[in-house]
Every structure is written in C-alpha cells, then in structure tokens.
C-alpha cells in the first residue's frame, strides 16, 4: 500500500478540496505539484490550529449574516405590499416590464434597505395587477413580497 501524505490547501483546487481543507494525496503530486505551487503545505499542529481558528472566524460571521438576513426578511415581510407605478397601453397593459432594479429600488424606498437584485425572483409582468416576488437573503432565506403595478 503506498503512503500518503496529508496536506493543508493553501487555495481551492477542483476535485481535491477548499482552502484550508485537510487532504490526503499521494507523496509524488504533493512533492512535485502542491507544494512548490504554493498551493498546499504540510499539515502540523500548528497549522492545523490555525486553520480550526479560521474556520471558527468564518462559521461566526456565516452565523452574523444569516441572523441580519433573519431580521432584513422580518422588516420585509413588515411592509406586505410594494406599489410600482407603469405608464399603460390598451388592455391593462404596461409599457415594457417591471424588472427586479424597479423592484429592489422599491424596495429600498419602502425599507431604507438595500437588497440585491439578482436575489430577487419575480414572474413576467405585463399587465397591471398583482404579483408575488420572491427575495433570496441567505442561502436559506428568502422573503416573498406581493408587488402591485398600478398605472402611473
């Protein structure tokens, strides 16, 4: 059986693993490859501790945005309804859509908050009348708004 060798990724490398990842691989691709890119170094304590600490650095803030996503989506769901004004045609309908820039700038008049609109999932609309918008905060939450096109 051949030896392996455990190394700490300094840098993400595809099919291997994320920095600061413990990995084991094969003596030859860490002597020849990792190591002299400067893309892995040997695991020692010392580094190993280094890296649980910057690892705890970043579960703490994952943590901090997840809760300030929890509180944006409370002040969100606060205000219900978002109206947007379009000048309309025959029919109800609008002159070219309500894209998610209108909606996030909504949004942001309405709550003083800035969302990102590519967070922000709405169907096509045309036409006046109501519609829901779904507004993605965190990886795992997201706040649904009702948006009202009225005509301006």
Same mark, same amino acid.
């Given at each position: 059986? /051949?030896?392996?060798? *455990?190394?700490?990724?300094? *840098? ?6 994320? %920095?600061?990842? $413990?990995?084991? /691989?094969?003596? &030859? ?11 892995? +170094?040997?695991? +020692?304590? &010392?580094?190993?501790? *280094? ?12 943590? =901090? ?15 219900? %309804? ?5 000048? /309309? &045609?025959?029919? =109800? ?6 894209? +998610? ?11 003083? *908050? =800035? ?21 993605? $905060?965190?990886?795992? /939450? ?11």
């Amino acid at each position: 059986m /051949v030896k392996r060798v *455990q190394l700490v990724l300094n *840098q993400d490398i595809s099919k291997l693993g994320k %920095s600061g990842d $413990l990995v084991e /691989v094969a003596p &030859g691709y860490a002597r020849n490859y990792l190591i002299p890119q400067k893309k892995a +170094t040997h695991a +020692t304590p &010392g580094i190993l501790k *280094q890296v649980e600490r910057r690892r705890e650095k970043e579960r703490q803030l994952q943590l =901090e945005l997840r809760q300030q996503a929890e509180a944006q989506k409370v002040a969100l769901e606060k205000v219900g %309804s978002l109206k947007i004004a379009k000048q /309309v &045609g025959e029919n =109800e309908a609008i002159f070219g859509t309500v894209t +998610t820039q209108d909606i996030a700038e909504a949004i942001q008049a309405a709550t003083g *908050q =800035e969302v990102d609109r590519r967070g922000i999932t709405i169907p096509d609309i045309n036409h006046l009348g109501t519609y829901k918008a779904e507004i993605k $905060l965190f990886s795992d /939450v997201a706040a649904e708004i009702e948006i009202e096109v009225v005509p301006s």
